[in-house]
């Protein structure tokens, strides 16, 4: 998922997608130690979806904040 798409997503949208993110993680960590992940990338890529989630997350938090 690329910033764009990201800064697209609305808040509710956004805390979703981090949690299926985190989830996505969670299984790939857990296929690697069990010998059954065969995409390697998969997790550096989740990695990156999840920093970019969190990245506009807070882009957004310091904007309101900003604004009061």
Partial sequence: MEIGDVRKL???ELDDRLKE???ELWQ???ALSTRQLK????IPATRRTIARILTV??????AQRSAE
């Fill in 39 to 42: 995409d390697y990338s998969q």
């Fill in 21 to 23: 993110a985190k989830q």
């Fill in 10 to 12: 609305t808040d509710r």
């Fill in 28 to 30: 790939a960590r857990f």
């Fill in 57 to 62: 997350q807070r882009e957004r938090g310091s």
